[in-house]
């Protein structure tokens, strides 16, 4: 139904552009100086019928469905409802529209059949009004726009308000969902404080979330403390980042400045390509091939590494981050204006001086938003540590011991059947507020920093 | 005062020839840019370049410290010899070779620091200071040489970039003698100047006559005539005269030249 809504409303708001058009067409051929040109004309009829009739279906299509509902349930016979609770009345409504999808469980009372040859009928009508309603609106408009075609009547700025609202409208979807997203962060962090006290969560150094599962059960109450799971997720971090940004920098250095034009047309879409290796395939990389090389590596010099390390994590996440990283610094150097490597040429400067006194201090900006664009990657990134770093939660910084990270952690609570009032559950939320925190906090502090040091040209 | 000593001055012109091209060819690709120009550059001469748009009178310029090294297309045949020194000879490095001809672009670049460090990034590189106070002294030299000591010595430390145009380029110049070139060769120097300040600017070519031998393209034969000992003319790629500048502007040789500097063609 709402199918055929929709394609009558675009019938008649085209219907309504030809009108307009050939109106103002018109208006000109007999000699009228016009204000807009007639395609304009067309455009303001069919913008002015869309974008008000759109937005009154969906708020049809709100409103339908829980109306529908109450008008059903109220017209049930006196007394069925009585002694019901909410979940009752629920269940008696689920079972009203089951039945009006035609699938009917054993032997339904007939006031429970009677319901659904009712609600069904509703939907249809409802239906039916909304497709009248938006024939008689889009036409009234049609008429209002078509009557308005003159030749002083200003159709271009009506359709530039029209169009930069719907800029708007779209450029501000982004920022209520960021803001969604805190909120419904926030609230369940809330919720998650009520039941582990606060210092516990920030100051605690041990994070076990088992909660006993019956109130008979005896089981460990279950830590919520997140030093160190923050820690495991710093330690693989700092070694993505150790591998990363120095390859990284030297290799967009190298492609930017030093290598010959064939060279960098081949080098540098492969270096993309690794942006464009799935997470997941990386993983399968860091626990098959990095971590039993590091393992017996470390075996052959008598170290003991653990199966699961930081280290072969973090370094395949490192190798992750390098195209991030060089795309970066690429473009950033690339922008760097020719006359200020010409000036430094022109001085005596070797190449190598060049990149380092003069261009690399101008493209500082673009490199460190890039470097933080890795780092916020690297602490978000899931997938890799779900697969090659490990689940126990232990307070260390030897990237050759087996860590955990928040975003592990996160998964693994919300991972099978949960509920969500209890703090084991809860607590993935409080982690994830934190690590929303704490990608914030780096990327306002490295914006200050570039600002302060960069040496901006022009 | 100041026109009858350049007058006075230009039939003291020194002899010693400091920059010999002969047969010079620059394609870009396929297109040639220079078509076998020969020119002997004199010492402490100040020699302008001058012609229509695109005639080579840049290209030729870059090419006398290999700046056109820098651009992948070009390629430069024939023998241009500094000190009797080949320049495009495989042994010569560029980097030294840049070191002792200095250049000023068109469009003042100062690097992104502070006008100390554009002035002293060139002796830094070049190894010319031993010590903080040589390195303060050179800065101020330069500085007091390119006539713009008295407006930047309060400000030292504030980025170059925040100078005016006019300063900027001055600037540029100071960051050029500041490395102790012998050649300075100058880009259309005054072209995004205002009056005043190419009148700085060539008050600074003509004082920086005595140590150097200074290049200068323009399109101005105006500003030519105004600084120059000798001048070049070129045209599609050819060097079509080159003579004294007086000469070339009271009597032109060659109708090609008189019809650019009567304004009939370029």
Known sequence: ?????????????????????????KLRANGTRLHSV??????????????????????????????????????????SLDELDTGGRQ????????????RIFGNPEVWKVDAADRYVWMHAVAGWMLFGIVIVASLGIVGLARSRVAADFRARHGVERITSGLM?????????????????????????????????????????????????????????????????????TVVALFLAVPVGLLSAIYLNEFAPSRLRAVAKPVLEVLAGVPTVVYGFFAILVVAPAIRSFGASLGIPVSPNTALAAGSVMGIMLIP????????????????????????????????????????????????????????????IVVMAAGLIASLTINPLDSVTTVTVQIVTLLIGDTSFDNPKTLAAFALGMMLFIVTLVINVFALRIVRKYREAYE | MMNDMRKIERDTVASEIKIQARGVQVFYGDTHAIKDVSVDILDKTVTAFIGPSGCGKSTFLRCLNRMN?????????????????????????????????????????????????????????????????????????????????????????????????????RLCIARAVATEPEVLLMDE??????????????????????????????????????????????????????????????????????????????
Request: net charge negative; aromatic share 8%; with cysteine.
């Open chain 1, 1 to 25: 139904m709402t199918a055929i809504v929709l394609l009558a409303l675009l019938c008649v708001s085209i219907l309504g552009y030809f009108l307009n058009r050939q109106a103002a067409t």
């Open chain 1, 324 to 383: 991030f990283i060089s795309s970066f610094t690429d473009d950033a150097l690339s922008a760097v204006p020719k006359s200020l490597r010409d000036g430094a040429l022109a001085l005596g400067a070797t190449r190598a001086e060049t990149v380092l006194n003069v261009l690399f201090p101008a493209a500082i900006p673009g490199i460190v938003g890039g470097i933080l664009l890795a780092i916020s990657r690297a602490i978000g990134e899931t997938m």
């Open chain 1, 91 to 102: 269940l008696i409504l689920a079972e009203i529209k089951s039945i009006s999808r035609g």
């Open chain 2, 69 to 169: 090294d820098t651009i992948d297309i070009a390629r430069v045949e024939g023998d241009i010899h500094i000190d009797g020194d080949d320049v495009y000879d495989p042994s010569i490095d560029p980097v030294q070779l840049r070191a002792k001809v200095g250049m000023v672009f068109q469009k003042p670049n100062p690097f992104p620091k502070s006008i100390y460090d554009n002035i002293a990034y060139g002796p830094r590189i070049h190894g010319l200071a031993r010590t903080k106070a040589e390195l303060d002294e050179i800065v101020e030299r330069s500085l007091r040489r390119a006539a713009i000591w008295d407006e930047v010595k309060d400000r030292l430390h504030e980025p170059g970039t925040g100078l005016s145009g006019g300063q900027q380029q």
């Open chain 1, 38 to 79: 007639p395609g304009y004309h067309g455009l303001y009829s069919l913008l002015s019928t869309i974008v008000p009739v759109v937005v009154l279906i969906v708020l049809w299509l709100i409103f339908q469905g829980p109306l529908i509902d109450r008008f059903t349930m109220s017209g049930l016979p006196a007394g």
């Open chain 2, 189 to 266: 120097p005054c072209s995004a100047l205002d009056p005043i300040a190419t009148a700085q600017v060539e008050d600074l070519i003509d004082e920086l006559r005595r140590n150097y031998s200074v290049v200068i393209v323009t399109h101005s034969m105006q500003q030519a005539a105004r600084v120059s000992q000798k001048t070049a003319f070129f045209h599609l790629g050819n060097l079509v005269e080159y003579r004294e500048t007086g000469q070339i502007f009271t009597n032109p040789e060659d109708p090609r030249t008189e019809s650019y500097i009567t304004g009939r063609i370029g």
């Open chain 1, 168 to 236: 708007l409208f779209c450029s501000t979807i982004a920022i209520f969902t960021t803001l969604g997203i805190i909120a419904a962060l926030l609230f369940e962090s809330i919720r998650f404080f009520e039941r582990v006290p606060i210092t516990e969560f920030f100051f605690g150094l041990n994070w076990e979330p088992q909660i006993p599962l019956r109130e008979d059960q005896i089981a460990a109450e279950g830590a919520f403390g997140w030093i160190p799971v923050f820690l495991g997720t710093l330690v693989i």
